[in-house]
Every structure is written in C-alpha cells, then in structure tokens.
C-alpha cells in the first residue's frame, strides 16, 4: 500500500493529543540521515494542523555527538540542527534542540590513548556503551525524573533490514503505538515502521523541511557516500554504522568504513588521513604481539590473552592524530582530540609512567612547533602518583580506587562543571565494594 503522509500525520496528531499521559515529553531521536528526518520533519509538519494553545507538549530533539563522528557530517548536523532551533523558537514550535556526548573520561581517545583500550571489534565494542548508550540514557533519565514518563520516538523502519523488521515486530504490542523501552517508565514509538525506503526518498524530494531550506545537501551526502544515517542508540542491539552508514570514523568493528571512502572517492580527500588512522587502529588490534603489553592490568600473563597498548603505540596513535588533525584544520577547521583529553590522557600515563617516556606535550609541541606547557600539570600528577603509592603502601589495592576518584574530579573541573560528580564518585564506591565481595578477594 503506497505512503499516505495525512494517514501517518493523524495518527502523529492523535497520539500528541489524545496520550492517557498529556504530560510525559516526547524524545526524537535525531542523527541528520534520512530516517531521522523524515521523522521529524513528518511531526513538524502534524504539530502545525493543531491549535497553539494545544501544544503544551514538550519535544525534545535529540542528537548524540560521540566526538569521533564523521567530520563531514557533523558539519551538516550542527547547521541542520542550528536551524531547527532557531525556526521552532520563531514560530513557536514546543522543540527544543538538544546534544549530548560521552563524559570525559569515557571518550574514545581518553579510553584508547590513556588507558590503552585496543581498537574495538565485533566482539568487543566496548566503544558503543560509552559514547552512545551512556550518553543518551542520562538523558532520558533526567528527563523522566523530571516528568515522570517519556516517549521515544525513533526513526527506525522495517524496509531498513532483515534484522530491523524481525526487531520491530518482535518488540511491537498488537494494536498498541507505543511499546515499552528497557528504562522504567519510558516507552518507544515508531511512526515510520511501515515506510519503504523509496517511500521515504520521494517524501523528502518532493517537500520541503518546515525549518528551511532543502534537502539537497542531504541527498547529495547519500548519493557521494553510497550510504546510510548512525540512528540514535538507545540499547546494545544497535549494529556498527562504519559499514553502510554514517558513523563514528574511528569505527573499527566493519571490515572497511564505505561510507567514508565513499566521500573520499567524490571529492572530499582531506579525510584521508582519518583513512588512514582508522586503518593503522585496525592494525594495532589484529597485531597484539607487536602492539600490545603481554601483562594485564591486573598483573596476570595468560597465554593468548594481551594487555593494554604498549606506551610507545599508545604515542604513536596520538602522534597520527595531532599530525592529521594540523593538516585538516588548515583545510576544514576539525577537531580531532579536545585539550581536556589531552590533559586527561597525560594524567593516566602518568599513572603508569614507570614504562612511558613521552609525555603529552612533547610529543605536541614536536608536531605545532608550538610551546604547549602542560609542565606545572604534569609535576602535580607526579606529586599525587608519589605521595598516594606511598600514603598506600599496606593496602595497594586502594591505588586504584583514588586514582579513579581522582580523575572524576578531574575531568569535572577540566570541564567547567561538577555536575553528577557525587552520583559519579557513589557509583565508584559501591563498584569497589562489589569487588571485594568476590571471592577471594580481603
């Protein structure tokens, strides 16, 4: 049965209107792609056939940021983005704009530089947590705290895969829009489940986005990248974006990242550097006897088993970055690693400096010729590693623990605020004291 847009946009109007809970806000989920879009764009358009004074319900759009996104995408999001907030306020709109990222100290390079996390793989994408779930779920959280309930409204369609449709209909309640989400009190609605993908592309041709403009710079995307939007992530079902969508360009998990090769291919050769980092990821991971420590971090040597990066890899992998991240922003003006990270990343080799022989600003300042100083940043760290070894030298098992609270606090004061920090630093706590209710451990 082909698309009927009045059909879907009632329905839309009666779940808005008609909700047994008028109160609870409805969370979009928001990537730039073409799903996303067109849902958003199909809601905007239903809110305009309601009376204003009947708007009373609050929409907030939301688009995670994982810091390590494609740089050409993340361009077109923030305008895209940047306009949407600024038609909805002008025309009074209930939307209001929101992005979220990864806290500090889970970042993709904070984790892979300081700490020394191999690249992920399909097994273990320790990546997808931290820099997507995490992120959105606090968010959603705050948000039901702060109304009760909540409805998540995804993009997500059958046509999109085999996978997705048996995903949709095995979450689905016959007869019933809103199905319920893993988080209490939140639920999940999927207004464009039925829409084909040629449904969707005719739809976005043929009308305009109610926020401005066009979508030919979307489409144009699509068609040099050969590829598809990262939707929002809201559990670990999610499959990797590297592969036929726009996604993290750090992503390791996919054989070969089409999408950027794509745009690479059709004029946008800059990113190729961001290639060839994410190739030489690939080959840290799959060389653990070259690139790795043999020790674990829990000290222990298993055969077939491997540690964190070895120091010297872990500087080579900054090196690359800050050398690209010189030469694009020359080009682009992109951001590769923030200084909060750079800091932060110095703060944990410092922590394991025993067999680390650069630190974070030589290695900067070989590369900008510049006279970065993280010297006065660096002695603390020093000070702080010497005096808790020694203030812990009968229970060593302790290190660990003010080591981590250390760098919450941190990674809170590098970014200007202290929210959830107590939450952060209780969460801590009761995880040492479930260590220690293992067996064998004092």
């Not at 449904?199 to 030919?216: A, R």
């Not at 971090?297 to 992998?317: S, V």
């Amino acid at each position: 049965m082909p698309l009927n847009i009045h059909h879907l946009e009632n329905e839309i109007i009666d779940q808005y209107l008609y909700d047994e809970n008028s109160t609870r806000p409805w969370i979009i989920g928001f990537s730039g792609g073409k799903d996303s879009t067109m849902l958003l764009q199909v809601v905007w358009n239903a809110l305009k056939k309601i009376e204003p004074f009947l708007l009373q319900r609050r929409i907030h759009v939301v688009c995670n940021d994982t810091l390590v996104e494609n740089p050409r995408i993340v361009k077109f999001i923030n305008k895209t983005l940047a306009k949407i907030q600024e038609t909805a306020t002008k025309d009074e709109v209930p939307i209001t704009v929101h992005q979220t990222i990864p806290v500090i100290e889970n970042t993709f390079w904070v984790k892979l530089i300081g700490l020394g996390y191999p690249a992920p793989n399909k097994f273990y994408r320790w990546c997808t947590d931290r820099l997507k779930i995490d992120p959105t779920t606090r968010f959603i959280k705050e948000t039901t705290a702060n109304n009760g309930e909540a409805i998540i409204l995804l993009g997500t369609r059958s046509a999109e895969s085999s996978n997705r449709a048996a995903s949709i209909k095995r979450h689905e309640v016959k007869g019933l829009r809103l199905r319920k989400h893993l988080l209490p009190n939140v639920f999940v609605y999927a207004p464009l489940k039925d829409v084909s993908t040629n449904e969707l592309w005719q739809y976005l041709n043929q009308v305009p986005p109610p926020w401005g403009g066009t979508h030919k710079e979307l489409v144009t995307l699509y068609r040099n990248a050969n590829s598809g939007d990262c939707p929002l992530v809201i559990d670990d079902t999610t499959p990797s974006c590297g592969n036929s969508r726009f996604g993290c360009w750090t992503c390791t998990v996919v054989s070969k990242d089409k999408s950027m090769e794509g745009l690479i291919d059709n004029g946008e050769d800059w990113m190729q550097p961001l290639a060839d980092i994410r190739n030489f990821l690939v080959e840290t991971r799959d060389n653990p006897e070259k690139y790795r420590e043999q020790v674990k971090r829990d000290g222990t040597i298993k055969e077939g088993q491997w540690g964190p990066y070895t120091a010297e890899t872990r500087a080579e992998i900054l090196a690359r970055i800050l050398q690209a991240q010189k030469a694009i922003a020359e080009i682009e003006g992109v951001e590769l690693i923030t200084h909060q990270e750079l800091v932060l990343i110095q703060y944990y080799w410092y922590r394991e400096r025993y067999f680390f022989k650069n630190t974070v600003s030589n290695i900067y300042n070989g590369i900008y010729k510049t006279d970065f100083d993280m010297s006065k940043q660096e002695e603390k760290f020093k000070q702080e590693v010497d005096l808790l070894k020694m203030s812990c030298n009968q229970e060593p098992k302790d290190v660990e623990l003010i080591h981590d609270l250390l760098a919450l606090q941190k990674t809170k004061t590098l970014l200007i605020r202290k929210r959830g920090l107590q939450s952060d630093i209780d969460n801590r706590l009761s995880q040492f004291i479930e260590e220690l209710k293992k067996p064998g451990k004092d």
